[in-house]
């Protein structure tokens, strides 16, 4: 398969610097910039990118145009970058054909994790470091990955804010998806101390880590509780 092509149309150099520079240390390498919605057509068209990142604010228009005449010949995901924050903003970018939508300031970081997401979507199932560079491994399993140190986690391209025993429990989990891991393990590789009555401690961390992962925490999907034996992870 050839190298997933990225459009980056946005008229803030710095910013398009950083997202590029962000794009090529995750493994791509095929990006074109554009600064306006007149320039990003055109490269749309001459390039034929695989994805394309979305200014809404650009000098000649609105990146919603744009979407919109993308969205006449040709499905390739959309992913917006806006300073506006308003939840309206949000449904109308998704309404219109987009595929994401991250609202400024971001990290760059967290946007070239999306890209890949929704690459992924798309079919291109084996890009970036994680299959490019030993030096920058990223461990994948369904919609999570989770870096080489063990420190930071993704859910669908987008960075989870955990505390370091909840990351700890995340790489737990990756390293061993649907398989039933004991509470004394999780314990002992987490905490690095016997599970001795620490039964409470494990039941907190996890429940907290289910508020920040699960689309409905009481009704968990991702983190199952295997009675009497421990934990189970399904990353579907």
């Known amino acids: 398969m050839d190298k997933p092509r990225i459009l980056i149309v946005d008229d803030e150099?710095?910013?398009?610097?950083?997202?590029?520079?962000?794009?090529?240390?995750?493994?791509?390498?095929?990006?074109?910039?554009?600064?306006?919605?007149?320039?990003?057509?055109?490269?749309?068209?001459?390039?034929h990118p695989n994805i394309v990142i979305l200014d809404v604010m650009l000098p000649d228009g609105e990146g919603y145009d744009l979407c919109k005449k993308i969205r006449e010949i040709s499905r390739v995901p959309v992913l917006f970058l806006s300073a506006?924050?308003?939840?309206?903003?949000?449904?109308?970018?998704?309404?219109?054909?987009?595929?994401?939508?991250?609202?400024?300031?971001?990290?760059?970081?967290?946007?070239a994790f999306r890209v890949k997401a929704q690459l992924r979507r798309a079919g291109y199932s084996t890009v970036g470091a994680s299959t490019s560079n030993k030096n920058e491994k990223v461990i994948s399993v369904g919609f999570f990955s989770i870096n080489q140190e063990e420190t930071e986690v993704m859910k669908d391209g987008k960075m989870l804010e955990l505390t370091a025993k909840e990351v700890g429990l995340m790489a737990c989990?990756?390293?061993?998806?649907?398989?039933?891991?004991?509470?004394?393990?999780?314990?002992?590789?987490?905490?690095?101390?016997?599970?001795?009555g620490a039964d409470n401690t494990l039941t907190v961390h996890i429940r907290r880590l289910r508020e920040k992962i699960e689309d409905t925490p009481s009704k968990p999907t991702y983190i199952i509780t295997v009675k009497g034996l421990g934990y189970r992870f399904i990353p579907k």
């Open 84 to 111: 506006k924050t308003e939840e309206v903003d949000k449904i109308l970018g998704l309404a219109i054909g987009g595929d994401d939508y991250i609202s400024k300031p971001f990290s760059p970081k967290e946007v």
């Open 173 to 196: 989990f990756m390293r061993n998806p649907n398989h039933i891991i004991s509470k004394e393990t999780l314990f002992n590789k987490v905490w690095g101390e016997e599970f001795y």
């Open 13 to 47: 150099k710095d910013l398009c610097t950083l997202i590029k520079t962000a794009l090529i240390k995750e493994g791509f390498s095929e990006i074109r910039i554009a600064g306006t919605v007149n320039q990003g057509w055109n490269e749309f068209n001459d390039f």
